[in-house]
């Protein structure tokens, strides 16, 4: 019976956890017995809940039956319901399991749902958001420049250099965690000195083809800003950050 326990447990965590979308980054991330903690934890709430159900539900029970048995008296039915009840409910076992732990078990199941909904309507798509920025630097980073549509550069350790907007990300495996930017410049570090060049300029690309809003005549154009989009792996990436051409420049040293 321990055994099912756990496994109730378990899947009751898990049941939550990629139901959650911050809780599944978290859980995706997570390794050895980090996941087995957040899966208890969360759990271990839904068996909880399961339980409270039970407890309440018990009396209101008890008062049918006691109302049940003063009704048969009336007609001389002699039976004992609320005897039935207690013997069935308390030290009847199926599969050596209790039949008490079963129906706790049972609400619990049943009450994970509820409890799922009332978690996403607590907390809006900011609130979790917010809570996926809170695990690590460039997370923060990343979603708020997302979320306000603001350019980065990034800077990957192989020196390559670029700045552009985020179109998506992905943060849910550490070993496949990527970052899809829209490219605005590409460009390396110099070996020595570590000062970006940048040698391609794709807005100039962007105007000339007419490529969305970059198209200032108006003139129909068949090419997409995400057919130029590119795929950053989170491991390569070495450094990240906000980007403004005007305060870059202000950066630079006058030539």
Not at 124 to 145: G, M
Not at 162 to 177: K, P
Request: proline share 3%.
């Amino acid at each position: 019976m321990a055994l099912l326990l756990v496994l109730l447990i378990l899947v009751l965590g898990y049941r939550h956890c990629t139901a959650i979308p911050a809780q599944k980054s978290i859980l995706k991330r997570s390794s050895g017995w980090e996941s087995y903690v957040l899966l208890g934890n969360h759990g271990l709430g839904g068996l909880w809940l399961g339980f409270v159900t039970f407890i309440v539900l018990v009396p209101a029970i008890y008062g049918a039956m006691i109302i049940f048995s003063l009704v048969i008296a009336i007609f001389g039915i002699e039976a004992r319901p609320v005897t039935a009840l207690t013997q069935f409910l308390w030290y009847k076992q199926i599969a050596g399991i209790d039949v008490w732990v079963i129906a706790v078990g049972i609400f619990s199941i049943l009450m994970g749902p509820q409890k799922i909904k009332q978690d996403l309507s607590k907390d809006s798509n900011k609130n979790w958001t917010d809570e996926l920025r809170k695990q690590d630097a460039i997370s923060d980073i990343v979603i708020y420049a997302s979320s306000e549509v603001k350019p980065v550069k990034i800077s990957l350790k192989s020196r390559k250099v670029y700045v552009g907007l985020i179109d998506r990300e992905q943060f849910e495996r550490i070993d496949s965690d990527n970052i899809v930017i829209i490219p605005y410049l590409s460009g390396h570090r110099e070996k020595d000195s570590l000062k970006v060049e940048f040698d391609s300029n794709y807005i100039d690309v962007y105007q000339k083809n007419k490529i969305e809003h970059f198209n200032t005549s108006g003139e129909p154009s068949n090419a997409k800003l995400a057919d130029f989009r590119c795929v950053i792996r989170l491991n390569e990436v070495e450094s990240i950050s906000l980007f403004d051409l005007q305060y870059y420049q202000d950066f630079r040293p006058d030539e």
